[in-house]
């Protein structure tokens, strides 16, 4: 495997982040909200996002991981308690949307646990690759059929703490 250049730089990253944020406070004002981290990936993500929003909110992460291959969709969650998520707009914080399996699943879990609402966002967005109806309200970029890591994503545990985002091919 290869590291590629440069497709998502940190300047750009950096820039959108603050736009997101944005928009985020335009749309829920002064509402009770929860920022639920979808780890590992998000984790450079979540952390700038939430540094960016100038109101306070609540934070969670919980881990998701696939089984018997990401195409199959079998996506497992480590949910939070209740008392953490009911009654809380939720907004699901994730690295990227590919097939959209774990949004899907997150976005289930969360209404099932007593959200006030929940929506999905992602720094990446793959949209030619999904298989699941979800709706990324909030994406940075979105990214070709291509792998990435870097800012928080990995290849075999790898890649994370690079601060751009790089095609791995
Ligand atoms: P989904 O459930 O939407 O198919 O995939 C979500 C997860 O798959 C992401 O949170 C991420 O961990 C992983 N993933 C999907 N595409 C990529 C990619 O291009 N690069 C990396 N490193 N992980 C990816």
Redesign the pocket.
């Known amino acids: 495997m290869t590291l590629g250049d440069i497709l998502i730089s940190e300047a750009e990253i950096a820039q959108v982040i603050p736009e997101i944020a944005a928009e985020i406070v335009e749309d829920y004002g002064d509402a009770r909200l929860v920022l639920v981290g979808?780890m590992d990936?998000a984790v450079c993500f979540l952390a700038d996002l939430m540094r960016a929003l100038p109101r306070s909110v609540e934070m969670i992460t919980v881990r998701a991981q696939?089984y018997e291959g990401?195409e199959a969709g079998n996506?497992v969650i480590d949910l939070p308690p209740r008392e953490r998520i009911e009654g809380r707009h939720v907004l699901i914080v994730?690295?990227?949307?590919?097939?959209?399996?774990?949004?899907e699943m997150m976005v289930e879990e969360m209404a099932k646990l007593g959200a006030e609402s929940v929506e999905i966002c992602a720094l990446l967005d793959?949209p030619s690759r999904r298989t699941r109806e979800v709706d990324v309200v909030y994406a940075g970029f979105d990214v070709p059929d291509m792998?990435?890591?870097g800012y928080g994503?990995?290849?075999d545990g790898l890649y994370r703490n690079l601060r751009d985002v790089r095609e791995l091919a």
């Not at 994730?94 to 949004?103: L, M």
């Open positions: 979808v990936g696939s990401r996506v994730e690295d990227i949307v590919d097939t959209g399996a774990t949004a793959k792998f990435v890591v994503l990995d290849y």
